[in-house]
């Protein structure tokens, strides 16, 4: 807190945390680079705590279970998840697209 000036109970009290998508986040950094530098350095956005959501998070970690468990469809006795989608008919030679977030939702239970 000496790196700032402020004390805790003063920074306690001005942070705001604002969870939210990528566009919200990239709307805020956008006001913040407009805004700066800041008029007061105690007032404005610069308190505003900008976080992902939780569909993001959930979307996240989806992507990196989906990825380590896929496997190497090109092995026959590799047992990744891309056996469970050629046994449902699924595309199985290579993973979800992981900018998808419908299909990384839809595919994550067959891992499971």
Do not use: C
Request: net charge neutral; no cysteine.
């Amino acid at each position: 807190m000496g790196q700032i000036g402020v004390d805790k109970e003063e920074y306690a009290n001005r942070l705001l945390i604002a969870g939210g998508d990528v566009g919200s986040n990239q709307l805020l950094e956008s006001l913040r680079v407009k805004r700066f530098p800041p008029i007061k350095p105690l007032e404005g956005i610069d308190w505003v705590l900008s976080i992902f959501g939780g569909a993001h998070t959930t979307w996240n970690f989806a992507k990196a279970l989906w990825g380590h468990h896929w496997g190497n469809s090109d092995q026959g006795e590799d047992s990744g998840v891309w056996r469970s989608a050629f046994a449902l008919g699924l595309e199985y030679k290579k993973p979800v697209p992981s900018q998808d977030f419908n299909s990384i939702m839809r595919a994550s239970p067959i891992g499971h």
